[in-house]
């Protein structure tokens, strides 16, 4: 992946940072994006291109905002970079019965899991295709694919996502840019910890408890999916040998929705 920049969305953390991390490892220079002490995100910086060679750089922008993606594109069009990997990453969950859920976390959820994605590829696609190439990966989750109960804006925005990668899949068919969008299951991230930390105390659990009490009921492998593994599917999405798969939903769930 040498001479080509990722940006990745919300990669101060989780997923995020295992796909960073992966796509450095294969050459790619990175941008970084995510909320965070700075000091803790320069470290990140900083150890991401000392360990791999490539250049890092990190944007700040809050993608809630399609103001604020509009700005972040300019400034990197300013810098003199391409996006030429965009992976649409920064989610964030809020867990309560539909009647209960409030407003302004509906809100938060789709801005961020969904808009923010249609906004990131409306700025980085006229660049792909003035330089002939492109990758998106939209991290879903297999919430895109099946529901669960108290979760109405996250399945509800992760559905929208797998939707806006058909329709980013069939616009961008007969050029060198794919648009894919990973669907994983539970992955122990400061995302999933929360809802651990929850179980945890609501049950009169152990956290090891509540862990397999939440890989039980739905990852029938009852093992988490790790950042690493993630990386490694979205370095392959971005390799030649991916370049048929166009608007796929692919799992990395152990088993979830084949059930
Ligand atoms: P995480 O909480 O570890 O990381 C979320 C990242 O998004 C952080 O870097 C955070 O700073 C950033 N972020 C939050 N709000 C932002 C905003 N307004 N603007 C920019 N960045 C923002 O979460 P994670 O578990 O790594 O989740 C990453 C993605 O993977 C999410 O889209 C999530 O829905 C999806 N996912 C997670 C799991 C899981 O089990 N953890 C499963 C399936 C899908």
Not at 115 to 138: D, E, Y
């Amino acid at each position: 992946m040498k001479g080509k920049t990722a940006l990745v969305t919300g990669s101060t953390s989780g997923i995020g940072l295992g796909i960073a991390n992966a796509l450095a490892a294969g050459g790619a220079d990175i941008v970084l994006n995510g909320f965070g002490d700075a000091g803790e995100i320069e470290r990140l910086r900083a150890s991401l291109a000392a360990t791999h060679g490539v250049s890092v750089s990190y944007q700040a922008a809050d993608l809630s905002r399609a103001a604020d993606i509009d700005a972040m594109f300019a400034r990197l069009a300013e810098a003199g970079i391409g996006i030429d990997v965009l992976v649409n990453n920064a989610g964030i969950q809020h867990v309560a019965p539909v009647e209960q859920f409030p407003v302004e976390r509906w809100d938060a959820i789709i801005a961020l899991n969904l808009s923010a994605a249609f906004h990131t590829i409306r700025c980085a696609l006229p660049g792909m295709k003035s330089r002939g190439w492109g990758r998106i990966l939209n991290i879903a989750s297999v919430h895109g694919l099946v529901a669960s109960v108290d979760k109405a804006a996250y399945v509800a925005a992760k559905h929208g996502i797998i939707g806006l990668t058909k329709v980013v899949g069939l616009e961008t068919a007969r050029t060198a840019i794919t648009c894919n969008a990973i669907c994983p299951g539970w992955v122990l991230t400061p995302l999933v910890q929360k809802q651990i930390d929850a179980r945890a105390s609501q049950a009169g659990l152990s956290e090891q408890e509540a862990k397999v009490a939440l890989l039980s009921e739905k990852q029938p492998s009852v093992d988490f999916v790790t950042p690493q593994q993630l990386g490694d599917l979205a370095v392959f999405l971005c390799s030649e040998s991916a370049a048929q798969v166009r608007g796929a939903a692919w799992t990395v769930d152990g088993g979830w929705t084949a059930q």
